[in-house]
């Protein structure tokens, strides 16, 4: 095992800039999940680790060491794509055993009448078969060791992918939406097991997604990528808490944030629908702000921060429902708000609550902005509004 | 009541779930019957008046016949022309068929991943297919010249004795070959490019990322083994053709020198149409058809036990 380190990473294809000097530091044994939406970058940054693609500029090193000049089976990284890209042709013990036959079998040794002249061949084979059988037997997978992958669900498929990847002791794990090809539920167990194996092996592994609930869940900490460039990087709890730009606090929560347009009011409060918000602004760039609010911060009833919507429509999610909301003052602006089932439902006009430290403000880039709430005892006040 | 209605009228009591799988089954064969009917006037109806025709001794033009049994059949297997034919025939799949389709899998990879330049490849090597093989003999005819011809022009500058690919005997069956695959290559190509570019990209990174990087262990680990499919039907599909030849026959040697070109179609051709034995040529017609069917089969079996899907 070992760390990646990338420096200024750059690429472009034709006039498209993908990626924009990136600088990335992994450490040895850590779970990072490179998440962004689709056409961010992270696919091009994971295929440029692995060497299926070249940067244009900087340089990627793993375990210290340069790897630029080196083709992918050089590297010692081992990848599980997509589709899973297992050969279709072989068993399942012959696609395991690959990474090693590669290795460990010369040329002539390989080809399809030769290889019955090397005396080596037999007992390196014997040796192959034995360390595939330990990796089949930590995925469960070797009952069906004889069966081809058309002959398997999606989820051994993955599993044999895995094995393939661990059969060869690889440097790290690159992994390319292992899990989008999986119906949910599927998905949901696959994400337990692979945090699991990643603790089993203390491997470390660079995970690409555009699901941020597996981002979330899985990772020691998350890249979040748009537009070829690190938005944010950090632990989930981070991200979540404490969001760099309004693209992360999009991206990152489900349902996602509500966001509202506020401005700097002349006290340097916020001022939000010509309401004066108990928030002080020091370092607001432009006037123009921009609040976001997540929909599990909302609730209904009256406090220092409030909004007056109107309901539109209600999501049933079982123990909790989603609300829809329109802005009475501006109904193109949605605003969700998310609430234990069992809560009453309201009806027609509406004030929504939230606290002000539960704001998160950015300014007219899009940036996050500190800010200081004026009222500190604001836990008392929620939980006395919701007694009531 | 209800007893009586059914006593009198039965027909009418008939369970419906019966009465409409009746009427299912009829619309069912009144959907088939145009293809069938199509089927056996095109296809069935004249093989059978094929084999009706090897068991007589029917002539072109002529008034009557008679049936002669299995005469006929007794006739070719002694015929030396036709024990020539079969044997010019078969030395003439065996060159044709590995040459066709090898050298199109390799023209096939070799302009698989050019970018600019590919669909140019694509014209230049399925130009003798849009070509036909009749005008194409005349320019082969001339290339072929024992002094006037380009190929023996250049065997000559390079130093090598120049040689009369037509006339001496144990040159002309290489020699069409050698035609025939020209002619192959590029319908062959398309089929197998067609196939590559059907091969998952991703199949060789992983194959990459696994330490195959060798060229060969790229082509033996997943080009070849993902081209199963294509190049069963590709093999199957030049068997049949390379069974048939006839065109070169029939305009560059007429079956000579001295009978070493005569083929199992120009020897059908020469009995039915030339010296009017309609009956011997359907004799040789299903002996022909038999061929041809028993060595598709043949393929077919061995190589889809082979091919992965």
């Known amino acids: 095992m070992a760390g990646l380190t990338l420096r200024g990473i750059g690429k472009t294809f034709g006039d498209t800039a993908v990626l924009n000097n990136i600088d990335l530091d992994i450490a040895d044994g850590e779970f990072l999940t490179l998440v962004g939406p689709s056409g961010c970058g992270k696919s091009t940054l994971l295929r440029i680790i692995a060497g299926l693609e070249s940067q244009d500029r900087g340089s990627v090193s793993i375990g210290g060491t340069s790897v630029d000049h080196m083709r992918p089976h050089e590297r010692r990284i081992a990848m599980v794509f997509q589709n899973y890209a297992l050969y279709p042709h072989m068993s399942v013990f012959d696609n395991i055993a690959l990474p090693l036959t590669m290795t460990r079998l010369s040329l002539f040794e390989r080809l399809p009448l030769m290889r019955h002249l090397s005396l080596r061949r037999r007992r390196v084979m014997d040796e192959i078969a034995r360390e595939v059988r330990v990796v089949a037997e930590q995925l469960r997978i070797e009952t069906f060791f004889h069966r081809r992958p058309g002959q398997l669900s999606g989820g051994q498929r993955q599993r044999v992918a895995l094995g393939r990847a661990m059969v060869r002791h690889p440097q790290a794990f690159l992994m390319d939406e292992p899990l989008s090809n999986l119906d949910a539920k599927l998905r949901v167990h696959m994400r337990g097991e692979l945090t699991e194996l990643h603790a089993r092996l203390g491997a470390t592994m660079v995970y690409v997604t555009h699901d941020q609930i597996e981002a979330m869940t899985m990772s020691d900490r998350l890249a979040v990528m748009d537009h070829g460039e690190i938005l944010q990087l950090g632990t989930p709890a981070d991200v979540y808490e404490l969001p760099a730009t309004i693209a992360v606090a999009q991206f990152i929560g489900s349902p996602a944030i509500n966001l509202f347009p506020a401005r700097v009011g002349s006290g340097g409060q916020i001022e939000l629908l010509g309401r004066t918000l108990p928030i002080d602004v020091r370092n607001a760039p432009a006037p123009e702000l921009t609040i976001g609010v997540r929909p599990e911060a909302m609730r209904i009833g009256g406090g220092p921060c409030t909004i007056t919507c109107r309901l539109r429509r209600r999501e049933n999610l079982g123990s909790e429902s989603i609300l829809h909301f329109d802005l009475v003052a501006s109904p193109e602006v949605p605003v969700l708000c998310r609430i234990d089932n069992g809560m009453p439902i309201p009806e027609g006009e509406v004030t929504l609550a939230f606290e002000p430290r539960d704001c998160h403000v950015f300014d007219n880039n899009g940036r996050r902005i500190e800010v200081e709430s004026r009222n500190a005892a604001s836990r008392d006040v929620r939980r006395a509004s919701e007694v009531r | ?309």
């Open chain 2, 1 to 309: 009541m209800t007893t009586v209605a059914a006593q009198i009228t039965p027909l009418d009591a008939a369970p419906p779930a019966s009465r409409q799988r009746w009427i299912e089954r009829l619309a069912g064969l009144g959907f088939a019957a145009p293809a069938f009917i199509l089927l056996v006037l095109t296809n069935l109806a004249p093989l059978a008046a094929l084999a009706f025709l090897s068991f007589t001794n029917y002539e072109l033009g002529a008034l009557d016949f008679s049936f002669v049994g299995l005469k006929n059949f007794g006739t070719a297997l002694q015929d030396p022309v036709i024990r020539r034919s079969v044997t010019n025939t078969l030395l003439y799949v065996a060159i044709v068929v590995p040459g066709g389709v090898l050298i199109s899998l390799l023209v096939a990879i070799l302009i698989h991943r050019r970018k600019r330049t590919r669909a140019l490849y694509e014209v230049i090597y399925f130009l003798p297919v849009t070509s036909t093989l009749i005008a194409m003999a005349t320019m082969w005819q001339f290339m072929l010249h024992p002094t006037l011809g380009l190929i023996n022009q250049a065997l000559k500058s390079l130093g090598f004795a120049e040689a009369a690919f037509l006339s001496e005997p144990r040159l002309v069956i290489p020699t069409l070959a050698a035609i025939g695959i020209w002619q192959l290559v590029g319908f062959n190509m398309v089929l197998f490019l067609a196939g590559l570019s059907a091969i998952p990209r991703d199949l060789y990174e992983a194959v990459d990322i696994d330490g195959a990087s060798h060229p060969i262990d790229r082509f033996l680990k997943v080009t070849w083994p993902m081209l199963g499919p294509t190049t069963m039907f590709v093999t199957v599909t030049t068997f049949i053709t390379a069974f048939k030849i006839f065109d070169t026959v029939a305009v560059m040697t007429r079956g000579g020198p001295g009978g070493a070109s005569e083929v199992l179609l120009y020897a059908i051709y020469l009995e039915g149409f030339q010296y009017f034995h309609m009956s011997y040529a359907a004799t040789l017609t299903l002996v022909f058809l038999a061929f041809t069917l028993v060595f598709s089969v043949l393929q077919t079996f061995i190589l889809d036990r082979r091919v992965h899907y």
